[in-house]
Structures are given as structure tokens and as C-alpha cells.
């Protein structure tokens, strides 16, 4: 999920409406949040959210396109790949689990899986 000042964006679907999120995007500071659950078979709940400070940069029209030409992020959240080309519309990236801004925290599901007894000591 990504929130702009208290809105939340969802996935544009298509190039004009990912244009208009990078538009929004560009030059401001917005909040991405991914969370994750896991319910044991004894109906234990575990749920984590990661949260990450994006900074992204002043773009001109002319950049935008580029990178919608290049990436086609019209199935992400915020109009953007991180793990691609993405990557070059940020200035600065605050969090503490990087995959979650792919999609999955895997530092989180891995902690998770640990606490609910999954693993043990010699297995991590």
C-alpha cells in the first residue's frame, strides 16, 4: 500500500493512470507499507508491517515517459519497479527490509516462520 498524504494509491493498471500517479509521486516523500500474516494450524496470528519513507525525485514529463516506456509498471503500486529501472526516480529509501518494496518482506515472513516455532536453531 502507499500513501500519499493519506491517500492510498492502488495499482494504475494502465499507462495514463500510472503517468498520473508518477506525476503525484515525483518530488514529494510518500509512505509504503507491506504487511504480512500468518495464522498456525492452532490458530496462532502473527502479523508484521514494514513501513518505508520513499524520496522520490523532481521528474520532468520527458523522464516519466522514459521510464514508463522502459518499465511498464502499470501492475505496481506507485507506478514504479524499485528492483528495475525504478530505482533511478529515488533520492533516498528509509526502512528496514528492502523487499518489502518489491512486494513481500522476506526478512519479516522469515522472523515470522521463526517465532511461530517453524525452524530451529540449526535450520536458521
Known amino acids: 500500500m502507499i500513501s500519499l498524504d493519506g491517500q492510498r494509491l492502488r495499482t494504475p493498471g494502465g499507462r495514463s493512470a500510472a503517468k498520473v500517479q508518477l506525476q503525484r509521486l515525483q518530488g514529494r516523500c510518500h509512505d509504503l507499507i507491506c504487511s504480512v500474516a500468518l495464522t498456525t494450524p492452532d490458530g496462532e496470528n502473527y502479523i508484521e508491517s514494514v513501513a518505508f519513507e520513499m524520496h522520490m525525485r523532481s521528474l520532468s514529463e520527458a523522464a516519466i515517459e522514459q521510464y514508463l516506456e522502459a518499465d511498464e509498471p502499470y501492475d505496481c503500486v506507485g507506478a514504479y519497479k524499485i528492483e528495475s529501472a ?37 535450520e536458521s
Open 86 to 122: 525504478g530505482i533511478r526516480l529515488f533520492r533516498a529509501l528509509r526502512g528496514d527490509d528492502y523487499t518489502a518494496i518489491i512486494g513481500l518482506p522476506l526478512t519479516r515472513v522469515w522472523n515470522i516462520l521463526e517465532t511461530a516455532g517453524y525452524f530451529t536453531d540449526a
